[in-house]
């Protein structure tokens, strides 16, 4: 009996960090610090922005997500509150490693919130989002 709560609990446990994972899978391809590849599956970060090719800051947020996300697992929650596709992407918090790297970019300053999205977001009141709780209250 023991055994078999242990058993249960440990599913339990288990299942908590994909409680909310919408695409389960291995990142096959890194486009750049805002956007991968699950196998077919383009991934676009939402709420964050990384700079473009060519501009500064590019390919240290780029080589940020190559460290966390190629070739590992990975789940995407995706945003409820934003077209699921959007050129051809989904829209979500992608988690590697079990670490939510929208909020890792923001953390280590590789990228900066898209305030013109808070309102269109499931994610505006996540304490990595912080600059969204701003524009919510205006
Ligand atoms: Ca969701």
Known sequence: MK????????I?????PIASADIVG?????VDGDTVDINQTRIRFSLVD????????YKEAKDFVKSLCLGKSAYV?????????SFGRVIGVITCDNRNVNEML???NLAKIRTEY?????FYDESWAN????????
């Open 3 to 10: 055994i078999i709560l242990s058993l249960i609990s440990l």
């Open 12 to 16: 339990f446990l288990i299942s908590i």
């Open 26 to 30: 291995k990142v096959t391809y890194v």
């Open 50 to 57: 990384t700079p473009e090719r060519g501009e500064a800051g």
């Open 77 to 85: 929650n995706l945003d409820d509150e934003q077209p699921r596709k």
């Open 106 to 108: 923001i953390i280590n």
């Open 118 to 122: 808070c309102s269109v977001s499931e």
């Open 131 to 138: 600059p969204c709780q701003e524009c919510k209250r205006k």
